[in-house]
């Protein structure tokens, strides 16, 4: 079956300007999860959506920062005013609902983003 | 919040020889940890995982222990092949999120 895609895969834009990222995730997984991997680093966790609603946005690093997810499905990450320190590799990742608190992730192919 | 701090930042070894990373986490509420290797360029791919109720998982050349006590866990690799040329990300969730170590760049000499 398909895996989780993204889009765009490479996207360059000026500073100040805004940029929208998307992820669809596989079909059926009802936790979806944006990742910032700068390079040669770990990743970052940003924000958790379950369903539509996102209980966990505590990693955002500012309000320039905002997610949605929509019909449970794609989500959007929105970066407004970027900033050359968002530059980064932006990584979706989805995964099933289940009892236990950890489940596996499954990721995207991700989102290169150079702000200049 | 969790911390991951992973060890060794890089490693070299000969092919056949074994490797081992070593990771700790802080947060004891963390009950799932996996492993992911990522190629250069590509995604994260999970590897092999374990939680809190298991001490050690075993998958063909990959394994994986796990020390609640001591908030530690490790990821052993035997009989290295070229192909397990990556870097490999240990990862702690004390929730749904995973936090991530920084990672271990392994190459394996042929």
């Known amino acids: 079956g398909a895996g989780v895609s993204q889009s765009p895969s490479n996207k360059v834009t000026e500073k100040g300007k805004d940029v929208e990222l998307r992820c669809d995730p596989i079909?059926?997984?009802?936790?979806l999860y944006w990742y910032r991997q700068s390079l040669g680093q770990g990743l970052e966790f940003l924000i958790y959506?379950?369903?539509?609603?996102?209980?966990?946005k505590s990693g955002l690093p500012s309000d320039r920062f905002s997610a949605e997810r929509t019909g449970g499905s794609v989500s959007t990450l929105t970066i407004q005013r970027t900033q050359q320190e968002d530059s980064a590799v932006y990584l979706c990742a989805s995964s099933r609902l289940t009892s236990l608190r950890g489940n596996e992730q499954f990721f995207g192919p991700g989102t290169r983003l150079t702000v200049l | 919040g969790e911390n991951v701090e992973q060890h060794p930042s890089t490693l070299s070894v000969q092919e056949g020889d074994s490797a081992v990373i070593k990771c700790t986490y802080s947060d004891s509420a963390s009950n799932y940890f996996p492993w992911y290797k990522q190629e250069l360029g590509k995604r994260p791919q999970l590897i092999i995982d374990i939680r809190s109720n298991v001490g050690e998982k075993k998958d063909q050349r990959i394994a994986v222990t796990l020390n609640k006590t001591a908030k530690h866990f490790s990821l052993h690799i035997t009989e290295t092949q070229p192909e397990d040329s990556a870097v490999y990300f240990c990862?702690?969730?004390?929730?749904?999120?995973?936090?991530f170590g920084s990672g271990t760049r392994l190459q394996v000499q042929p």
């Open positions: 990862a702690a969730s004390p929730r749904r999120a995973l936090t």
């Open positions: 959506f379950q369903g539509n609603s996102a209980p966990d």
């Open positions: 079909s059926g997984h009802t936790a």
